[in-house]
């Protein structure tokens, strides 16, 4: 199922290598565990001939995985927006984060596209203190400011063309744009954050790409964060295909007809098969968890505060919550 639908570089990777022994050239992978479960992939794609093998941009791509899905505790949340923070500071090291603009993409009135406005709501704006009471705040802060465009739909202008503007207005150093995504996994739905120096396309998660946000559009660095919020259905109907293939050879065994005919299925393309039936009577659907509420508030908060302690020097969780 290579050609099913993700966002997320860790994944392509890995549904390349189902039929793959080599690792993938011009890439570059690495693992690394923290406490409470918590688990971090680094992959970078170096040439363009990696960059066509998982249809990503050349950069680096960093995927943070949370232990525990929807329920994660308060020592996992700390150590997650402490990781994140950790994650983020490689993204941007090197760069000057003099100025940052965080850009929330997303519809606030869905919640599953609401990542981005939610992550804003809980990052520490700093801009205008700075600017007009420069001696009441602390030395450790940065000049922070954000803001949830919010999507063509209901604005009637393209996300990029309002980040540009403010990026023209403003000059900020970096651009830290979060978004939703889609996973082809649901293990990784609301679990898993992803972060790259690539930029960003709005919309890529409902497979409805605009002008993309990065460096050749912004003329200044765009780190992503992306959280996959929804799968696409067809890819669930292929996983059930295989799951019911797998339950049929244990009890059926391999010569009943029906486990031949599904696993006939099972070795094809079933991703584009699925589709070719389904969308045309129904349309294209995703899918997302039934708490998809509690979920998406729980992880814009751990991307807010790993942007609060990545950008300002110095400043805590506790710090953090003073100030709100």
């Given amino acids: 199922m290579f050609n099913a639908r993700t966002d997320l570089v860790v994944e392509a990777r890995e549904m390349h290598l189902e039929n793959k022994v080599d690792e993938i050239q011009g890439t570059e992978t690495e693992t690394e565990d923290f406490d409470y479960g918590i688990s971090v992939t680094r992959v970078t794609i170096s040439d363009e001939q990696g960059a066509k093998v998982l249809g990503k941009p050349k950069g680096?791509?960093?995927?943070?995985?949370?232990?525990?899905?929807?329920?994660?505790?308060?020592?996992?949340?700390?150590?997650?927006?402490?990781?994140?923070?950790?994650?983020?500071?490689?993204?941007?090291?090197?760069?000057?984060?003099?100025?940052?603009?965080?850009?929330?993409?997303?519809?606030?009135?869905?919640?599953?596209?609401?990542?981005?406005?939610?992550?804003v709501d809980s990052v520490l704006v700093t801009r205008?203190?700075?600017?007009?009471?420069?001696?009441?705040?602390?030395?450790?802060?940065?000049?922070?400011?954000?803001?949830?465009?919010?999507?063509?739909?209901?604005?009637?202008?393209?996300?990029?063309?309002?980040?540009?503007?403010?990026?023209?207005?403003?000059?900020?150093?970096?651009?830290?744009?979060?978004?939703?995504?889609?996973?082809?996994?649901?293990?990784?739905?609301?679990?898993?954050?992803?972060?790259?120096?690539?930029?960003?396309?709005?919309?890529?998660?409902?497979?409805?790409?605009?002008?993309?946000?990065?460096e050749a559009n912004l003329g200044i660095p765009v780190i992503a964060i992306g959280v996959p919020t929804v799968i696409d259905a067809a890819t669930i109907a292929g996983d059930a295909i295989d799951m019911l293939v797998e339950?049929?050879?244990?009890?059926?065994?391999?010569?009943?007809?029906?486990?031949?005919?599904?696993?006939?299925?099972?070795?094809?393309?079933?991703y584009s098969v699925?589709?070719?039936?389904?969308e045309p009577a129904h349309g294209a659907f995703v899918v997302t968890p039934k708490e998809i509420d509690m979920l998406v508030g729980t992880v814009s908060d751990i991307i807010a505060n790993g942007i609060n302690i990545a950008i300002h020097e110095g400043i805590t969780l506790g710090d953090i919550d003073r100030y709100k």
């Avoid at 830290?176 to 992803?194: F, K, P």
């Avoid at 699925?274 to 389904?278: D, H, T």
């Fill in 274 to 278: 699925i589709k070719e039936v389904f």
């Fill in 60 to 119: 680096k791509y960093i995927t943070l995985e949370l232990p525990e899905k929807g329920q994660v505790r308060q020592g996992a949340y700390e150590e997650a927006c402490r990781v994140c923070a950790l994650e983020l500071c490689r993204l941007l090291d090197g760069k000057d984060c003099e100025t940052v603009l965080v850009a929330g993409l997303g519809n606030r009135g869905i919640t599953a596209d609401s990542v981005g406005p939610k992550c």
């Fill in 247 to 270: 339950d049929m050879k244990k009890h059926s065994g391999e010569n009943s007809l029906l486990f031949r005919m599904l696993n006939t299925i099972a070795d094809e393309d079933k």
């Fill in 128 to 214: 205008h203190l700075l600017e007009y009471m420069p001696d009441e705040i602390d030395n450790r802060l940065r000049a922070v400011c954000a803001v949830a465009p919010g999507v063509l739909g209901i604005t009637g202008i393209e996300t990029s063309e309002i980040v540009k503007g403010l990026v023209d207005r403003i000059k900020p150093s970096v651009v830290i744009a979060v978004d939703a995504l889609c996973s082809r996994s649901m293990e990784r739905v609301n679990s898993t954050i992803q972060m790259s120096d690539t930029g960003i396309a709005p919309g890529a998660g409902i497979d409805n790409k605009r002008m993309a946000l990065d």
